[in-house]
């Protein structure tokens, strides 16, 4: 069976930063692209990027490139998505997902989400 | 940008409903990679249609998609009270952007 675990909530100052994490299971975690996706409180979802963790490519957003950092561990199959600098406007739920093939195919398994708070 | 999408619909059980999911020449309009995802209240989505019109395993045949030009649309037929969730267009945009969403349509079961 296909899992993703993700990392429990958080609640970070402004400023702070994080890294939140999605366990994967049940596939060839080296060869599938991982994917982050943001919701924020009331809204849709927003494509961030993904990682191919056999060689650590990773693809992002134009929105949240330099914001963000993917990375993946293959020892684990675990991906990272990290933030240096949160902001208020970081406070979010964050998914991981797995992607189906290449990078046009869709999110077919969905950790069960990460909610970040960002608060003082 | 993010897709077009309704930011409503309803009906009643049994009927039909539609979402409309428009983009642009550059997304929905130039490539066949249109999915939707179904998401409840607190819960992850779940991809209901991929490649525009096809289902995963386990999804039930009331739940269809098609496009056209820059235009993509989610029917659900025989509506049931478990339907009623918020649903997200999604389409692949090419190699810069990679992909966009639209910003979700909920759904109320009357």
């Known amino acids: 069976e296909v899992q993703l675990v993700q990392s429990g909530a958080e609640v970070i100052k402004p400023g702070e930063s994080l890294k939140i994490s999605c366990k994967t299971s049940?596939?060839?975690?080296?060869?599938?692209?991982i994917g982050w996706v943001r919701q924020m409180p009331g809204k849709g979802l927003e494509w961030m990027g993904v990682?191919?963790?056999?060689?650590?490519?990773?693809r992002y957003n134009p929105s949240f490139q330099g914001q963000v950092t993917i990375s993946a561990d293959k020892s684990v199959n675990t991906a990272y998505l990290q933030w240096s600098n949160l902001k208020a406007s970081d406070t979010a739920m964050y998914f991981c997902?797995?992607?189906?093939?290449?990078?046009?195919?869709?999110?077919?398994?969905w950790g069960q989400g990460t909610l970040v708070t960002v608060s003082s | 940008s993010a897709l077009t999408q309704p930011r409503s619909v309803s009906g009643s059980p049994g009927q039909s409903i539609t979402i409309s999911c428009t983009g642009t020449?550059?997304?929905?309009?130039?490539?066949?990679?249109v999915s939707w995802y179904q998401q409840h209240p607190g819960k992850a989505p779940k991809l209901i249609i991929f490649?525009?019109?096809k289902r995963p395993s386990g999804v039930p045949d009331r739940f269809s998609g098609s496009k056209s030009a820059n235009t993509a649309t989610l029917t659900i037929s025989g509506l049931q009270v478990e339907d009623e969730a918020d649903y997200h267009c999604?389409?692949?945009?090419?190699?810069?952007?990679?992909?966009?969403f639209g910003g979700g349509t909920k759904l109320t079961v009357l």
């Open positions: 990682i191919f963790p056999d060689d650590s490519d990773t």
């Open positions: 999604c389409s692949y945009t090419g190699a810069y952007t990679y992909v966009v």
């Open positions: 997902a797995r992607l189906d093939g290449t990078l046009y195919t869709p999110l077919v398994d």
């Open positions: 020449s550059s997304d929905v309009g130039a490539y066949n990679y």
């Open positions: 490649d525009v019109n």
């Open positions: 049940g596939f060839s975690f080296t060869s599938f692209w």
